[in-house]
């Protein structure tokens, strides 16, 4: 079972969450519930009467431990006379959440559930005229408005009244429910709450209501259900790195939770979850275009087609007339003009490209023509408007004509003209585009894109190159010269593969330098930059997501040892705060999520599937072509690793890597309904001579790919049936840097690899490291070792040698150097 506890952190936060509804809360015990669209109540937390001392204990004094299920949360009560587990259950599909107390006393004790009353639509909308009162018969506290449409209920079949206020308005105070449990009694059974909401009037409310109480074990199956099929029905990982395996689990749980169904608005994908306090803003609980299509790309890595597909589909019913896709759509926006009264729809101009992208990548993971050819009106408006946004004609899309792109506030943004994250964008659109277009045998079209394409990767490659330092600029600005400042924006065209490998070289070993990286993922900006900030939202924290293209851009070109660096700070950070959730931004200078970070960021988990399955496993396929591309980069310790339930459509595949000094096996076995071509590339270290490749026991042509020393054997076959494949290989040198995982509030420390190089029986490892610090990582080869620069190699068991580096430079201070070793 995939679960975690640890003692209760009383200002951490928790939740539970359901397609429909929300329990967002702290650890002490107090919450507040959402049923969408609604902010039904805040301030939900527990008090226990001892009825013969009439003693009052609150719950927040004796909350000790918390579990955290993908189905469910409990916090545990302690006290000398009791224990109470409070299990939190927000179900799959229904418009309401389940609280049941399970109570352990050795005296009558009364749990009092105290709440405050809202019924308020998430924001910017409102509702007047609110009042509650207590329904006897029902047992239930009524909370409705002068419309009597908006309505939730919140009550205990097995409980009474316990709160004062006048009878037809809200009460200042809070309102409570008594629930009465004898010593005996009380551990026969679990004691419910229910809460339900409805913005059709109060019978829907209460049908909702009554089948929470009728259905709640079918309803609670269904949700355990629904999350074991999520994580073992779908594409699953194993590999020596338990970190990392649990932490994909539950990259997949958080990212899954985005999925909520509005009753105004539809089904979609959210962009995260946080305490909304005295506002009715809980985190970023609504509907956002650019998250979803960045969540994409992890929901089809891990095969869940179909929430991809409503989750694009919400997105298209939202376009705007001229094409422009939108930016955010809030959960209220039922109650009001959203797109036409408020601003925040369509500012943003990355998203117009990115839903272009975002639909031929899902097109190629799922083979959903029928959704494209549904789309094609909508992908062609959006593409006329990615065009009307190049006023110079450059094929590049326009900040200050489309909106907001990489940055949201600041001072880059007055004289920005082309972000290179737009750029970048709008380049791989046309590219999208012309696929798409000749899917749809608009022959034409496709040319005319792929024309304005070369000429888009053109100016992409020159216009944005800084060519004295060697970098990428942030943006062009309206004079036309570049933006001379050291941002990590410049991944994006390295995610799409955009650069050549020697200029690309240049960027990531910017990237990988302890400038821009730090141990729990990379900065923003570079601290060189006189508008550095480490708390600056956009000028100098941490953000996973960015982290995460960082990641993947290091695998495309060739930099596992950096880009495994970044996989496992991203899979760490699954466990530092919210447990099994990934905070929004972090300081760029402590290891310690922001005080206004959104605690659980879905687009700061999805990274965690993407960066494994497509960068470390290089995994990657297409329906329409019957292709799989699967290009792995394993560390050099790893003896072993498995992927199953790879999907592409309703095909499915499985792979198992076993690796041995001479020896790189795979296993795959397709459960496909067509042959795919497997299109097979790994890494197998550096210096590598390749003896021989077997398929089936029978010998097969192959090709070496050589970057910088680093060889990949590479070849091609056809999946008729379980395959098994062995590279026989001689003279590997393997690397490996195991991962350093800070604590909170740790500054940056561990050894940075900036760049590896072999040639000439020479391996040379560019490395930073803090004066005064000694390191170790582990190469595993049989070669015979002549000499060592800069480093000490001990050798330890079998082939393996460790590394020892030590920096003599001012102390806790950054140097660098190159090591070299020199083999026989």
């Known amino acids: ?81 009791f224990q109470v587990e409070e299990i939190f259950f927000a179900p799959l599909r229904d418009a309401g959440v389940v609280i049941l107390l399970s109570v352990d006393s050795v005296k009558p004790l009364s749990v009092v559930a105290s709440f405050t009353p809202d019924l308020k639509p998430m924001w910017p909308a409102g509702l007047g005229g609110q009042y509650s009162y207590w329904d006897n018969q029902k047992k239930y506290f009524v909370i409705s408005e002068g419309t009597r449409r908006n309505v939730a209920l919140v009550g205990s079949p097995v409980g009474e009244r316990f709160s004062s206020g006048p009878a037809h308005a809200l009460p200042e105070g809070d309102m409570k429910i008594r629930i009465r449990a004898e010593p005996e009694a009380s551990k026969r059974t679990f004691f419910p709450i229910f ?185 062609k408006k959006a593409y006329q408007y990615v065009l009307t946004t190049d006023t110079d004609g450059d094929g590049l899309m326009e900040n200050s004509v489309a909106g907001l792109a990489a940055l949201e506030l600041g001072a880059f943004l007055k004289n920005t003209k082309s972000d290179i994250y737009l750029a970048a964008l709008s380049t791989e659109a046309h590219r999208a585009f012309a696929e798409l277009a000749l899917l749809m045998k608009e022959e034409s079209l496709s040319r005319k894109a792929r024309k304005t394409h070369d000429k888009a990767l053109k100016a992409l490659r020159d216009r944005f190159w800084i060519e004295n330092e060697k970098r990428y600029a942030h943006a062009i600005t309206t004079e036309n010269k570049p933006l001379n400042e050291k941002t990590v924006w410049p991944f994006m065209p390295l995610f799409f593969k955009h650069l050549s490998q020697e200029r690309a070289d240049h960027v990531l070993d910017l990237f990988a330098s302890s400038e821009m990286s730090t141990d729990w993922g990379v900065r923003s900006l570079s601290p060189e930059s006189s508008y550095y900030d480490p708390q600056n939202y956009n000028y100098g924290t941490v953000w996973p997501f960015l982290t995460g293209y960082t990641c993947l851009a290091e695998y495309n070109y060739g930099r596992s040892l950096s880009g495994y660096s970044h996989l496992m700070s991203l899979a760490h950070n699954t466990f530092i705060d919210a447990l099994g959730n990934c905070p929004e931004l972090f300081s760029g200078e402590f290891f310690t999520p922001l005080e206004t970070s959104v605690p659980h960021q879905v687009f700061s988990s999805s990274p965690v599937v993407t960066c494994l399955v497509r960068g470390l496993f290089g995994l990657r396929g297409s329906v329409l072509k019957r ?121 940056t420390t561990g050894l940075k690899i900036i760049r590896v190089l072999y040639e000439n029986d020479q391996l040379r490892i560019l490395v930073e490291g803090l004066g005064g610090r000694e390191y170790t990582m582990d190469m595993i080869t049989t070669r015979t070792i002549s000499s060592a620069d800069e480093a000490e190699v001990e050798s330890t068991e079998d082939s393996g040698k460790k590394i020892k580096i030590s920096f003599d430079g001012q102390k806790e201070v950054y140097s660098r150097k190159e090591i070299i070793i020199q083999f026989n």
């Open 627 to 747: 292709e799989i591309e699967f290009r792995p980069s394993l560390p050099g310790n790893w003896n072993q690793a498995e992927v199953r339930n790879f999907r592409l459509g309703k095909d499915v595949f499985h792979f198992n890597v076993q690796c041995s000094e001479g020896r790189f096996a795979v296993q795959v076995e397709p459960q496909a309904r067509e042959i795919y071509r497997l299109h097979l590339s790994p890494s197998l270290g550096f210096g590598t001579r390749v003896k021989s490749v077997k398929v089936n026991g029978e010998d097969t042509k192959f090709s070496l790919e050589e970057k910088k020393g680093e060889v990949r054997c590479v070849f091609s076959l056809d999946l008729r049936g379980k395959t098994n494949i062995e590279i026989a290989t001689e003279m590997s040198i393997l690397l490996d840097l195991s991962p350093h995982l800070p604590r909170i509030g740790d500054q």
């Open 195 to 379: 809460i339900s909401a409805s913005h059709s009037g109060r019978r829907l409310a209460d049908d909702v209501y009554s089948r929470l109480e009728k259905d709640i074990e079918k309803l609670y199956l269904e949700k355990f259900h629904h999350t074991d099929r999520l994580l073992n029905e779908h594409l699953s990982v194993q590999t020596p790195n338990t970190l990392l395996n649990k932490a994909f689990q539950w990259a997949k749980v958080s990212v899954n939770e985005a999925f909520v169904c509005n009753p105004q608005l539809g089904c979609g994908l959210v962009a995260g979850y946080g305490l909304s306090g005295r506002s009715e803003r809980p985190g970023f609980a609504w509907y956002f275009g650019g998250d979803t299509f960045f969540n994409s790309w992890a929901i089809n890595s891990y095969g869940d087609f179909n929430v991809t597909r409503q989750g694009l589909a919400l997105i298209r019913k939202n376009q705007r007339e001229d094409g422009k896709i939108m930016h955010e759509l809030s959960q209220g926006a039922g109650f009001i003009p959203w797109f036409e009264d408020y601003p925040y729809g369509f500012y943003h101009a990355d998203t117009s490209p990115y839903y272009i992208v975002s639909l031929y990548d899902y097109l190629s993971w799922s083979g959903d023509v029928i959704f494209i050819r549904n789309s094609w009106d909508s992908l």
């Open 1 to 81: 079972d995939l679960h975690l506890g640890r003692a209760v952190q009383p200002g951490s936060y928790f939740d539970s969450v359901g397609q429909k509804s929300a329990v967002l809360g702290r650890e002490d015990g107090k919450s507040e519930i959402w049923i969408y669209p609604y902010k039904v109540l805040h301030n939900f937390q527990l008090y226990f009467l001892i009825e013969d001392e009439n003693e009052i204990v609150e719950g927040k004094d004796v909350a000790r431990w918390i579990d955290v299920y993908p189905h469910q949360t409990i916090i545990r009560y302690v006290h000398s006379s």
